[in-house]
């Protein structure tokens, strides 16, 4: 189950603030199997100029979605997928992995030599100690 939400806005016309209450139900899981629910309940109260800040604010996350998604459309007229593109894709993830593999063959070579530096400042503090104190 996916986490349900509800937004409750009520403006208390004698008090001059708006209420906002939110509230937010989920299930817990454990290797997929249901083993609690979760409910959050949060209240917010604004004054007018929060009401004010409240919604200049929404006002600018809504042209920016509306940006981003009038942009993401215009990107999706340019391409078309076809079989070609598919194949390349395959190719790129081939060139990924890789890149990943290169990357993590300096990787360990780095680690394999800084654990043999490790392993001899160990044994040269323990020959330098002795059996003069017991570790």
């Known amino acids: 189950m996916e986490p349900k939400s509800e937004t409750k806005v009520v403006y208390d016309d004698r008090r001059k603030v708006l209420i906002q209450t939110f509230k937010q139900e989920q299930e817990i899981k454990e290797n997929e199997k249901v083993v609690g629910h979760s409910v959050i309940n949060r209240e917010a109260t604004f004054d007018e100029q929060g009401i004010r800040e409240t919604l200049k604010t929404l006002s600018n996350q ?6 981003v998604i009038k942009s993401l459309k ?6 078309e997928f076809t079989s070609e593109l598919k194949e390349l894709e395959e190719k790129l993830q081939i060139i990924n992995n890789f890149n990943k593999a290169k990357k993590a063959k300096s990787q360990l070579e780095e680690q394999e030599s800084n654990l043999k530096m490790v392993k001899k400042d160990i044994r040269d503090i323990k020959e330098a100690i002795g059996t003069r104190l017991k570790l």
């Open 62 to 67: 809504r042209a920016k979605c509306e940006q």
């Open 74 to 79: 215009e990107n999706l007229k340019d391409v």
